[in-house]
């Protein structure tokens, strides 16, 4: 199996594990609604644009809350996570996505599901996910920092670092350790959630938490 294809198997786990109503960390969505946004982001070109696009986003937002409130039942959810464990069709373009689009996606929301009802201790990770959770971070996560006016290093758990955003003119650089899931969910804005620590000025730190909750 492809490592996506693993993380699609642990997501939909994930999501059998808990009632439909069950919190998780995307505000305002419970189980129900997270499973159905995975089915949309692959079964609905407008949805998958909406996602992108912010001319769309109240669209896509509508069909994800009209495909959960069929999942309210527990019949309904079972079928609802049953299309989130089946791949998309061929004609979407995420059926040709694979691990690009699909390794991250579905890791960070096995965890939202995972830590939605409080603090979840960590999954420990095999070493060949990590890797590609790595490559991929270091590869976008500048992305999700480019908001920021502080500098930040990533510091894994074995000692590996990655100087993933430069200051600005008048700010400093914050250090964030953690293992390599822990520190793909800070970067995608579910530091709140994650077991890492950050180390800089006070007022840096203070300024990039405000910019990434933690």
């Known amino acids: 199996m492809t490592w996506h294809e693993v993380g699609r198997a642990g997501l939909a786990d994930a999501l059998r594990a808990v009632p439909p109503d069950a919190p998780t960390l995307c ?57 989130v464990a089946a791949p998309p069709p061929a004609w979407h373009p995420m059926s040709w996505a694979g691990d690009l689009a699909n390794v991250v996606e579905f890791f960070v929301h096995t965890e939202d599901v995972r830590r939605g009802g409080g603090p979840t201790p960590p999954r420990t990770l095999d070493p060949g996910l990590a890797d590609v959770l ?36 008048g700010f400093g650089t914050v250090v964030v350790r953690g293992a390599v899931g822990e520190l793909v969910l800070f970067a995608f804005g579910r530091g709140a959630a994650a077991d890492v620590t950050l180390a800089g000025d006070p007022q840096d730190v203070e300024t990039l938490t405000e910019r990434l909750p933690v």
């Open 27 to 83: 505000e305002g969505w419970q189980a129900r609604h997270l499973a159905a946004h995975v089915v949309l982001r692959e079964h609905s070109l407008t949805v998958g644009a909406g996602l992108a696009v912010p001319a769309l986003a109240a669209r896509a937002e509508d069909a994800i809350a009209r495909l959960a409130d069929m999942a309210t039942t527990e019949g309904g959810y079972r079928d609802l996570v049953a299309r």
């Open 134 to 169: 790595w490559r991929h971070l270091v590869g976008a996560g500048g992305l999700r920092l480019r908001r920021s006016p502080v500098g930040v290093v990533l510091v894994r758990d074995d000692g590996v670092r990655r100087h993933l955003r430069r200051a600005r003119d």
